[in-house]
């Protein structure tokens, strides 16, 4: 028996040993594809959301401003009443969706509020710029927590990748 790790020094044993190891390493290559494929995808949301953003500003910077007409024109509480008279309003379902098992909420719009003919005309282009960019929150909103749980994951898989590779893989060819 050895006296540093306790265990037989048999031929049976180092055999088994060798089936760990390999094992081991391969599970260590599983996961740096996996890690590189999230690296990939990371890499890809992040690209989008940074183009979105940038346009979804400035529709909001043009929504405001057609809000702020609308305000002017016809004043707060007329607004507010306008507003509150719109009967439908915005249905959503949220689905789970995965990227190499890492899930994430995908956004669907069931159903838009209807505001054709409900409105005075200054503050129906606004609400339809406002409704028409809300679909660019949404996928904006829908990217960001993809790539929030695409990087908490990355990071998972770069630890164990890590720990395989640095510690116990050493550990087991002593």
């Known amino acids: 028996m050895s ?3 306790g265990v037989r020094p048999t031929k049976g044993y180092l055999m088994e040993m060798k089936r760990r190891i390999g094992f081991i390493e391969r599970g ?9 494929h999230l690296a990939k995808e990371l890499t890809t949301s992040l690209d989008v959301l940074k183009g979105r953003r ?7 910077r043009i929504a405001y401003r057609a809000v702020t007409a609308a305000y002017i024109s016809l004043g707060p509480t007329e607004v507010r009443s306008q507003v509150s008279s719109i009967k439908s309003r915005l249905e959503l379902e949220v689905l789970p969706r995965s990227v190499m098992g890492v899930r994430y909420p995908y ?3 069931e159903k838009k509020p209807q505001i054709a003919g409900e409105l005075d005309i200054t503050l129906s282009e606004a609400a339809e710029k406002v409704l028409g960019i809300l679909d660019d929150i ?3 909103a829908e990217f960001e927590a ?3 749980r695409i990087a908490d994951e990355l990071g998972k898989t770069n630890r164990k990748v890590n720990a395989l590779e640095n510690t116990i ?3 087991y060819r002593q």
């Open 3 to 5: 006296a540093t790790t």
């Open 146 to 148: 993809r790539a929030e």
């Open 54 to 60: 940038s346009k979804l500003l400035e529709d909001l």
């Open 107 to 109: 956004i669907k719009v």
């Open 169 to 171: 893989i050493p550990s």
């Open 28 to 36: 260590t290559e599983f996961l740096k594809l996996k890690r590189d």
């Open 138 to 140: 949404l996928q904006l």
